[in-house]
């Protein structure tokens, strides 16, 4: 079993800049997918950006290309979120996420995935 563990969230005026960490311990896979997901009071769960754990392939959200970056580094088991120029809109709880894969296809639906972290909150302040 995979566990995720978010850290990095905090306050931030509109405008700034946030790098979100999330530490995986557990089995991890060469094609499994990693992402990130957000989720403000009472919206649903979104895709914001993903990777394929060991190809380092990347995959985003279109309203994200530009402004977030997702990296990761193997020897740490660890994948990183560094969000630049934030708006108040991108106030959310922000998710790690796992989805087991063999494959190369990526999958962008948070119901795929199997692990979850405890979430950490990013704020934006107009």
């Known amino acids: 079993q995979v566990q995720l563990v978010e850290s990095g969230g905090g306050l931030v005026q509109a405008g700034g800049s946030l790098r979100l960490s999330c530490a995986a311990s557990?089995?991890?896979?060469?094609?499994?997918?990693m992402a990130w997901f957000r989720q403000a009071p009472g919206k649903e769960r979104e895709f914001v950006v993903g990777i394929k754990w060991s190809a380092g392939s990347t995959y985003y959200a279109d309203s994200r290309k530009g402004r977030f970056t997702i990296s990761r580094d193997t020897a740490k088991n660890t994948i990183y979120l560094q969000m630049n120029s934030l708006k108040p809109e991108d106030t959310a709880v922000y998710y790690c996420?796992?989805?087991?894969?063999?494959?190369?296809?990526?999958?962008?639906?948070?119901?795929?995935?199997?692990?979850w972290g405890q979430g950490t909150q990013v704020t934006v302040s107009s």
């Open positions: 996420a796992r989805r087991p894969s063999a494959r190369s296809t990526f999958y962008y639906g948070p119901g795929q995935y199997d692990s």
């Open positions: 557990g089995r991890t896979f060469g094609a499994d997918d």
